[in-house]
DNA sequence: TGAATAGTGTCTATGAGACATTATCTT
DNA sequence: AAGATAATGTCTCATAGACACTATTCA
């Protein structure tokens, strides 16, 4: 933003704000999608998200508000974070329109949104959106790619996982999220361990017990650490050689 | 961006692409800021950057080109990546702009930017900025704060490191951005042996030899990797406790 | 009692870090 | 030869992963 000679005057946008909500469902991974109800890309799968109410709305507010009304969500109750800014100029046919994406992670909910303003919201398998089986509207594709890999990525070094839980939780439903995001199978009795050694991960929550068939397993609540060090590392998959070369 | 029922319009707004260019000089990890020459904060270091430049400009393009027009610098030859949006409301004085921070790295150049048009360009040690001895315009303390914990990150888990080298350089010479970025001291003879063995990260270039007052050294190119597996771990900090609790 | 899930013990191979040693150049 | 930097060797300790085993509940 340094000055500039001239008296030229630069051209103002819209600006959008797009939400990639996350979250687990019966161990399968979901993000929330909204039909469009208008044209462009109407009846196709989209991102929850509108445009900035006013000038005087930071980005943040924006975010939380869409989640509002678009996914009745309470959003200060869960993780939400901003991915990027997404500005391609042919990526809204109607004009240029600048997207801010969130990425939002809640625990399970009971059921999708219903009976709410947000209608026509439905979780789907992230799975199936990346293989690209269900076609979404604009450049969403792309932002929920990024938003998946910033999650997978967060898991490791962040204590994000503990997002997809709700206040308390239990060892393993923590390790399910891992195999979830990561599409990776561990070893319950290693995870168990190695979990409770990063300092400020989780933390014992009371001697609650949850009702399951087997033993009850201990809750825990998340720790106060904003870095896991040492990091959760993420399972070698020989079978596949990708990512690196 | 679903539909929304009503006719209301939404505001414009200006949106700015700001610069933040990281790279090495004489082992000491600096930055580039500009004196801005008109109000607001006139006289105050900032950050390289301007406006979009017309509808159609994609923002990576607006990158490249206040790359080139503040800073002489040919933004396609080095790394160039987006950190994030920033829309607080009262960031700019003058009115609602919303700005899309850049991070990119070069390697150590000849020379500050001199006799270009960037003539009010220089190079800023990182430290003296977040110390908070160089007083910024507007936000961008905070972006610069955003982008050097997005490098420190980045080096652990990507070949980061090598865009702040040329073409080709020693082992040595990448250790020091490793001590120069996260200022820490590594010792020479792990460091070696273990940025060979991640594969992909760097490469044997022929065997031109630098020149130095003890034994040369063998010269490197990066390599095709574009994560490092097994990362390059950050040596434990333990004198003092921080980021974690 | 058996099935199911939770939690502990133990072994081993690998890798990180500490640090001695050797190699190859310039002056 | 001295000094300097590059490269290799070796040791030790910690830990990640594999997997046997014990514990505690419900049906």
Redesign the interface.
């Known amino acids: 933003?340094?000055?500039?000679a001239s008296e030229w005057e630069?051209?103002?946008?819209?600006?959008?704000v797009?939400l990639v909500i996350l979250t687990l469902r019966g161990s399968v991974f979901h993000v929330l999608l909204?039909e469009?109800?208008?044209e462009p890309f109407q009846g196709r799968q989209?991102?929850?998200?509108?445009?900035?109410?006013?000038?005087?709305?930071?980005?943040f507010d924006a975010a939380l508000r869409e989640l509002k009304e678009?996914a009745d969500l309470d959003g200060s109750r869960f993780h939400l974070e901003?991915l990027?800014?997404y500005?391609?100029?042919g990526r809204?046919p109607r004009?240029?329109?600048?997207?801010?994406a969130y990425l939002a992670i809640t625990p399970a909910l009971p059921e999708p949104v219903a009976g709410t303003d947000a209608a026509?919201a439905s979780w789907t398998p992230v799975e199936q959106v990346l293989s690209g089986s269900v076609p979404l509207?604009?450049d969403h594709l792309q932002i929920v790619s990024d938003a998946v890999e910033r999650a997978r990525?967060k898991l490791e070094?962040t204590p994000l996982a503990t997002a997809f839980c709700g206040a308390t939780f239990t060892i393993a439903e923590l390790q399910r999220v891992y195999e979830a995001v990561w599409d990776v199978r561990m070893d319950e009795r290693n995870f168990y361990r190695k979990v409770q050694r990063v300092?400020?991960f989780i933390e014992p929550a009371g001697s609650n017990r949850a009702v399951t068939r087997g033993r009850p397993a201990r809750m825990f609540r998340a720790g106060?650490?904003?870095?896991l060090?040492p990091p959760i590392t993420r399972p070698e998959v020989p079978s596949r050689p990708e990512?690196?070369?």
């Not at 630069?10 to 959008?16: I, R, T, Y």
């Open positions: 933003m340094a000055d500039t630069p051209p103002a946008l819209l600006v959008a797009d909204v469009r109800g208008i989209a991102l929850p998200g509108g445009f900035l109410n006013h000038e005087g709305e930071d980005l678009e901003q990027g800014a500005g391609a100029p809204d004009g240029r329109v600048l997207s801010v026509g509207a604009f990525s070094h300092p400020g106060p650490a904003t870095a060090l990512e690196v070369e």
